[in-house]
Every structure is written in structure tokens, then in C-alpha cells.
């Protein structure tokens, strides 16, 4: 049996952020494309932010892209809008982490396009100061100039924290030294990460984390429900997720086996037990939460830890699958 009753205490980020062992990501919020929202699915969402609170999470992140068919930055509106309304039934201090898209129209004014898009981002999610401002992805030649515009923001007192998302170890260590110059300590690296995209273990970036004391955010934890047990070859979701899972649901089935018998001996379901792995590897996973059932699922992964029998089983596992190459794909830009 693995630990149970583990008291979970907040991680503290630079800005002296306090966040719980895992957050919750917005991407679907507000997302038409590839997660099928629309305007019914508010109330829902608004009820799984909710319920995270009531379980303890209070780190929720969203992106100003995130909304595709709803429009810009619609996530962030809908998670600043629950943040306000949610604020008064908790005692804990509620953290909303957003990302700026280094878009190639950006690139010519550089760390002035990261002031705009910072003030527009803080509009939307109705405060003066952002938690947690990330770059979404790195910005080629023009990262040194979006690596200022983040300092920029951090020195102007308009975000509390700086982060960057799907950097590589090599891009992450040259933005850490930037911001070390400027006395500026980088607080997050978020990146795809799971039982079945374990590249993070593999080309250098988690051990870069480490060294650097960069936490690491896990987008995807779950990879995009695959990991919940509810679908199978012969049972697939609508949708994008659906051509991405036929390929390789069949190929998954012995991970799948390996969660629920794991889930069944400590009263836990495979997403749970997925979530719990990330965590015992001291990674916030941020898994998605469309309503008010998944969120309370989500947080049946906090307060108790897997076995080191166990841990080792489903690394053993999920390391054939790498090997393999049969691990779900990343974000085309991811880890560069």
C-alpha cells in the first residue's frame, strides 16, 4: 500500500506564491475547437472551479489563446470572472497563472509586445497584477527581446512571478541566467508531462529544473483523457482527440490495466493514480476540469502518495511505450 494520509503542504514560488501540489488547467474553458465548449458549459465550469477550491487547489492556469471560436482570451475572462466570485468562500489566496504567445507579428517590437499583451491579459482577468506570467512557447529569435519584456513586467511591479512553457533545457537554463542578471528568479517551466509523454525525463529538462530550482507545471497530465480509463480503441472520444487517441489506444490498454489494479488496491481510479505518480515526482500536474465531477475526481489524487513498488511498476511500464515510440504526441513547439 502507498502513504495515505499525507498532509499537503503549498509549494512556495518566487513572489512568495503559495500553491497547492496541483492546479487545475483552462484550456477547455472556452475552447470550441478542439475541447467542443459553448456558452451551456459555464455554469459547469464555473462549479469545478469550485470544487477545486473546496478541495484545496487554488492554482488555476489559462493563457490569453486560450478560447479558439469564442474568441481571444476567453478563458481568461472566465477565470478571472470565477477567481472574483469564488474569492470570499475561501480563506486561501487564489493564484491565476496566464501566458503570453510569442506570435511571429510580435516579434519586431519584441518586449514592448509583451507589455501590450500583459495590459490586455490583466484586463481580461480583471486585476492590476498578474500571479504567474509565462512565456507559452519560445520565441526564436526574438527570445532575448520577449525575456526582457518579461523582466520588464516583473520590475514594474505588473506580475508577481515570471515563468516559460515548453522550453527545452537548453533555452531554459540561457533565460534563467538572463533573469539572474537582472535579479529576476524564474519560477516555472511548463511542459507536456505524463505516464505516456515521459520526453521531459529523457532529453534533459526535468533534471534542468531540478538543478535550477524551476518547478515544473505538468499541461496534459492526463494526456487529454486517455489516462482516465473512460475511453478504448473501440470507445473514442469526439473530435481531434479521437484521431489521436485510434492510433494508439490498443498500444495503451497495459498501462491502462496497470493504473486500475494500482487504483483498486488503494481506492483510487486510474486518473487519480496517474495524477499521484507526476506528484510523487515532485511536478504540479494541472489537469483539466470541465465540470464540477472531474474536478473532484482530479483531487482525489492529494493527500496520499504511491509506494515505491508501485512507482516503479508503472515507470517500467510507461518506459516500454517511450521506448516504443508510442507515447502521445507533444505540442509542436513543445520543449524547444
Known sequence: MGDTGVKEEMIVLPGDLKVSRMGVGA???????????????????QKGFDKAVACGVNLFDTAEVYGIG????????????????????????????????????????????????????LERLGTDR???????????????????????AY?????????????????LRAVHKLLKERDIPLATNQIQYSLLHRTPE??????????????????????????????????????????????????????????????EKEGKTCSQVALNWLICKDVIPIPGARNERQAEEN????????????????DQVSKSFVDSSVEFPGMPLAQM
Open 27 to 45: 484550456w477547455a474553458w472556452g475552447d470550441r475547437v478542439f475541447w467542443g465548449y459553448d456558452d451551456s458549459q459555464e455554469q459547469e465550469a
Open 70 to 121: 469564442t474568441g481571444w482570451g476567453h478563458s481568461e475572462t472566465l477565470c478571472g470572472k470565477f477567481a472574483r466570485e469564488c474569492a470570499d468562500k475561501t480563506d486561501m489566496e487564489l493564484i491565476v497563472a496566464t501566458k503570453f504567445a510569442p506570435l511571429p507579428n510580435r516579434f519586431l517590437d519584441g518586449r514592448k509586445a509583451v507589455a501590450r499583451a500583459l495590459r490586455a491579459s
Open 130 to 152: 498578474c500571479d504567474l506570467y509565462q512565456l507559452h512557447w519560445p520565441g526564436f529569435f526574438s527570445d532575448r527581446q520577449f525575456w526582457d519584456g518579461l523582466a520588464d
Open 155 to 171: 520590475d514594474a511591479g505588473l506580475v508577481r512571478s515570471v515563468g516559460v512553457s515548453n522550453y527545452s533545457a537548453k533555452r
Open 202 to 263: 529523457m532529453n534533459g529538462v526535468k533534471e534542468a529544473c531540478d538543478e535550477l530550482g524551476v518547478k515544473i507545471l505538468a499541461y496534459s497530465p492526463l494526456a487529454q483523457g486517455c489516462l482516465t480509463g473512460r475511453y478504448s480503441s473501440t470507445n473514442l472520444p469526439s473530435g481531434p482527440r479521437g484521431r489521436i487517441f485510434e492510433q494508439r489506444m490498443d498500444k495503451v490498454d497495459p498501462l491502462l490495466s496497470a493504473l486500475k489494479r494500482i487504483g
Open 299 to 314: 483531487c482525489g489524487a492529494l493527500g496520499w502518495r504511491l509506494s515505491v513498488e508501485d512507482m516503479e511498476e508503472l
